[in-house]
């Protein structure tokens, strides 16, 4: 099945959420240090793996550290390996080993994308808190907190013209797991305030990431949104639910969240695409 503009809708979402949280939010911290040797769940790659799940990507984040390469030593060499941004990891081909370092920036809040519903996220789910020191270690595969589910809701259209103009109405529902109220009601507050913003809807083309959570190319968000002049998407609300203090207890100690409902709003014409 090709691409749809539902598909495009979410994933270019989840880069503009991506984007304010570290632009506007400052969510990032800086690492350097030593990867270990992790369990791999490819055949073809060993995993090496940093403290810290995902890693920033986006070039245009003033400050941040977008990695190209890792360490054996002094040397830095940019081939033979895969970065894999999403899990905060180096996949590195065939049976090559050794002792690598990396430096980067983190994200302090990770994002996934689920088709899980919040009872299932919160209470069938197991996570793993972000790590407070550098001896702490987290498999490649943990989802790891803070962090926010994003499920996407395909919602309805409505036509508004004879033409085959119809709005498009659809939302995004995000469980918001953090470790801090602090952090919380930071990354809250600045969502709060994007009601009736727009956010640029990425091409196929503008779409950064390789199966394996590599790069395609250098992936540069400021540029995309300076030149979307014309597909652009209308955060029509948002609503903000937080946990009640039993359902955070539940979660665990130190755990604090809520669900955040985004609502959009397209003007398009639906039958051509």
Same mark, same amino acid.
């Given at each position: 099945m090709k691409l749809t503009f539902d598909h495009q809708l979410e994933q270019s979402f989840l880069f503009w959420l991506d984007n304010t949280l570290i632009e506007e939010g400052r969510g990032f911290g800086n690492f350097s240090g030593a990867l270990y040797s992790g369990q791999s769940p490819f055949s073809d790659y060993r995993v090496y793996a940093s403290p810290y799940r995902q890693w920033v990507y986006d070039s245009s984040m003033s400050g941040a550290v977008v990695p190209s390469g890792i360490y054996s030593g002094a040397t830095c060499t940019t081939s033979g390996h895969v970065l894999d941004f999403n899990d905060g990891a180096v996949l590195v081909s065939g049976n090559t080993t050794g002792n690598f370092t990396a430096s980067f920036s983190y994200k302090e809040i990770n994002i996934y994308s689920t088709q899980f519903s919040e009872q299932v996220v919160l209470y069938d789910k197991k996570y793993s808190a972000n790590p407070r020191s550098r001896s702490q270690r987290n498999n490649i595969?943990?989802?790891?907190?803070?962090?926010?589910?994003?499920?996407?809701?395909?919602?309805?259209?409505?036509?508004?013209?004879?033409?085959?103009?119809?709005?498009?109405?659809?939302?995004?529902?995000?469980?918001?797991?953090? &470790?801090?109220?602090?952090?919380?009601?930071?990354?809250?507050?600045?969502?709060? &305030?994007?009601?009736?913003?727009?956010?640029?809807?990425?091409?196929?083309?503008?779409?950064?990431?390789?199966?394996?959570?590599?790069?395609?190319?250098?992936? &540069?968000?400021?540029?995309?949104?300076?030149?979307?002049?014309?597909?652009?998407?209308?955060?029509?609300?948002?609503?903000?639910?937080?946990?009640?203090?039993?359902?955070?207890?539940?979660?665990?100690?130190?755990?604090?969240?809520?669900?955040?409902?985004?609502e959009f709003e397209n003007h398009r014409f639906a039958h051509n695409a």
């Open positions: 595969t943990d989802k790891v907190y803070p962090c926010m589910f994003v499920r996407y809701e395909e919602g309805e259209n409505e036509r508004l013209s004879f033409e085959g103009m119809f709005a498009t109405r659809s939302k995004a529902r995000v469980t918001f797991i953090s &470790d801090s109220p602090y952090l919380y009601r930071s990354a809250v507050s600045i969502l709060r &305030d994007k009601k009736e913003k727009f956010f640029p809807i990425l091409a196929e083309s503008q779409l950064p990431f390789t199966s394996y959570g590599a790069l395609n190319s250098s992936f &540069d968000y400021s540029e995309i949104c300076a030149n979307a002049t014309g597909n652009l998407s209308f955060i029509k609300n948002i609503r903000i639910s937080n946990f009640s203090e039993a359902v955070n207890a539940i979660l665990g100690d130190r755990v604090y969240g809520g669900i955040l409902e985004f």
